[in-house]
């Protein structure tokens, strides 16, 4: 079957081959301290409270003697966390200092797709752009990327992303440890191959679920230690890598998921692996006993049946980021036992939709800027039933909602899948029945996406478009002069 698999994906023409083994390095010492990315300044004006970002080009030194061309929002390698509050007015200006065109997608927002960010919203060159929305939806830890329409690997790898943290009243009486950058810790995760020179290389050497680097790194920190001074600490974890996928947890200790993709859990986890497919995000409480060392690691993922040639990266276990505890400790609130309570109905659904990820094709069909895919009811709540159908590696992200998994092959989603997600890894050959509900934001001409967060894949088409529309309105999008290139 895997061979059928292999030369049915050649046939498809994505042209990939499974190629070489991509292990990490990992660090010899835990020796700099974790870099934690600045909070954005803001300012408020008639309401609305505004952010400033530049996509630029510059330089950072991952390895010591070793300086890499790397892009940044604001600086020279990722971006400041943007924070604002449900109900809150937001506006981000943006502005493009680099040689090309670019997007910010704000990753798990809800929001009117023309402020969405995606490939149809790109910025030129010197160009600028200013979406506005209102933050009207739960606590969580989100994040922004550019989208530009095939090139999204590469802006990501460059270093274009950053968090968006959500707050809310249900997170803030949670129990959960908020002090950002003290115990509140956003941990973004990515990989890289960094050449001897220092030169960024991004060359998926025939690995067919792209790139899988070498060095690991958080907020850009390798082998990176951060301080802790309470006895609980809160890691904000985003999969900020272009493909691989991680399954953190730590050798000696269970740890509390509090939070996935859209928000909190129900109640608290107690699990010893989180797995993280790129673009989702988990929210875990680790205790710590004063004047002790804890390492947060990746172990090799639980992919599903993939076949052996695809089963790249994960044969790799390697410690990520080290948690030093101080010889005295803060005493932390135990986490609350009840979080969150949410659920959207099977028998509220009145469409349901299927979605066959195959090679680059979904539904048979690869992206095509100028072509709408799907066309939803505002209001209304749909079942997107979503199957991978290779034996390799893919996951799903819908743009605008948070949903929840009915079921995979009719069985209840785990735990740590119960709650609200954007993105969710694809086990190969299973079925994934997705309940979501599309609300507010009805516009005939401005698409949302959905695609496989595996930018390899969603850069070569793994991909599409849908338009959310009043009942009984035509579809009139995209608009002109959008049909792609
Ligand atoms: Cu994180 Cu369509 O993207
Ligand atoms: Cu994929």
Redesign the pocket.
């Given at each position: 079957a895997a061979g059928a698999a292999v030369a049915g994906l050649v046939a498809a023409g994505c042209g990939a081959v499974p190629g070489s083994i991509s292990s990490v390095d990992e660090p010899a010492e835990f020796s700099t301290e974790l870099t934690i990315p600045p909070l954005a300044e803001s300012r408020v004006e008639d309401g609305v409270r505004i952010f400033e970002l530049t996509a630029q080009e510059g330089s950072t030194s991952f390895l010591p003697g070793k300086e890499s061309e790397t892009w940044g929002f604001n600086g020279d390698h990722l971006g400041p966390t943007l924070r604002a509050e449900r109900g809150e007015e937001v506006a981000v200006e943006v502005a493009n200092e680099l040689d090309e065109a670019t997007s910010v997608?704000w990753?798990g927002m809800h929001l009117p797709p023309e402020m969405d960010g995606?490939p149809h919203q790109e910025i030129e060159p010197g160009g600028t752009w200013r979406p506005h929305w209102e933050i009207d939806q739960p606590g969580a830890t989100l994040w922004y990327?550019p989208?530009p329409h095939g090139r999204t690997e590469e802006h990501v790898y460059r270093g274009l992303a950053g968090m968006f943290i959500l707050d809310d009243a249900e997170t803030a009486s949670a129990g959960l440890p908020d002090e950002y950058g003290v115990d509140d810790v956003p941990v973004i995760v990515q990989d890289k191959v960094i050449a001897d020179d220092g030169a960024l290389e991004l060359d998926s050497d025939g690995n067919e679920v792209g790139l899988l680097g070498s060095t690991v790194m958080v907020n850009g920190t390798v082998g990176a230690y951060h301080d802790v001074t309470t006895e609980r600490v809160r890691l904000r974890l985003l999969n900020g890598s272009t493909a691989r996928t991680y399954a953190f947890g730590f050798e000696d200790r269970t740890v509390q998921l509090v939070a996935t993709d859209g928000g909190l859990l129900r109640a608290p986890v107690t699990t010893d692996r989180v797995r993280l497919s790129p673009?989702e995000r988990a929210e875990i409480v680790v205790e710590m006993e004063p004047g002790t060392t804890a390492r947060l690691r990746s172990f090799e993922p639980e992919l599903g049946a993939v076949a052996a040639p695809f089963a790249v990266g994960a044969n790799d276990s390697f410690d990520v980021l080290e948690l030093r505890a101080a010889s005295e400790l803060a005493p932390s609130e135990p986490v609350a036992s009840k979080l969150a309570e949410f659920g959207l109905a099977e028998s509220d659904a009145t469409v349901t939709r299927t979605f066959e990820l195959d090679g680059r094709k979904i539904n048979g069909q690869k992206m095509d800027m100028g072509r709408i895919d799907e066309v939803v009811e505002v209001g209304s709540t749909e079942i997107w039933e979503v199957r991978n159908v290779n034996l390799s590696p893919h996951n799903f992200?819908v743009?605008d909602v948070q949903f929840e998994i009915l079921d995979i092959d009719g069985e209840p989603p785990p735990p740590d899948l119960a709650g609200r997600k954007d993105t969710v890894y694809l086990e190969p050959r299973r079925t994934y029945r997705l309940i979501m509900r599309f609300e507010d934001y009805a516009d005939p001409t401005w698409p949302y996406?959905f695609?496989c967060?595996l930018l390899l894949h969603e850069d070569e088409g793994l991909m599409g478009q849908f338009l959310v529309v009043e009942p009984g309105q035509d579809p009139e999008g995209p608009p002109a002069g959008h049909g792609g290139r």
């Open positions: 997608h990753h995606g990327h989208h673009g992200h743009h996406m695609h967060h």
